[in-house]
């Protein structure tokens, strides 16, 4: 079993920064991909931002480009996911996956394991 816990949710202004971060614990998870999703009230869940655990390559929603990087430090156990030029689109519950199979993808099915979720409000 992996345990994903996130934090740094919030409420901001639009144009503002937070920094979401997503505790790992449990089995070994050195291969696994990590992603960030993101679902908003009455919208599907949305794919953000993937992370390898091994080599640390990327993979971003491209709604996000440019604005959100996706990041872990094996040292501390955690994914971040540093939000800047937000939006009051960006508003929505962020969610922490890991894909045991390590693949990079934006296809939710394929993540074993979910975190609780973490509220990001952007106003405007």
């Known amino acids: 079993q992996v345990q994903l816990v996130e934090s740094g949710g919030g409420l901001v202004q639009a144009g503002g920064s937070l920094r979401l971060s997503c505790a790992v614990s449990g089995r070994t998870f050195n291969r696994y991909a990590m992603a960030w999703f993101r679902q908003a009230p009455g919208q599907e869940r949305e794919f953000v931002a993937a992370?390898?655990?091994?080599?640390?390559?990327?993979y971003d929603a491209d709604s996000v480009k440019g604005r959100f990087t996706i990041s872990r430090d094996k040292a501390k156990n955690t994914v971040y996911l540093q939000m800047n030029s937000l939006k009051p689109e960006d508003t929505a519950a962020y969610y922490c996956?890991?894909?045991?199979?390590?693949?990079?993808?934006?296809?939710?099915?394929?993540?074993?394991?979910w975190g609780q979720g973490t509220q990001v409000t952007v106003s405007s």
């Open positions: 996956a890991a894909d045991s199979g390590g693949q990079l993808t934006n296809y939710d099915l394929a993540y074993d394991y």
């Open positions: 992370v390898s655990w091994t080599n640390a390559r990327t």
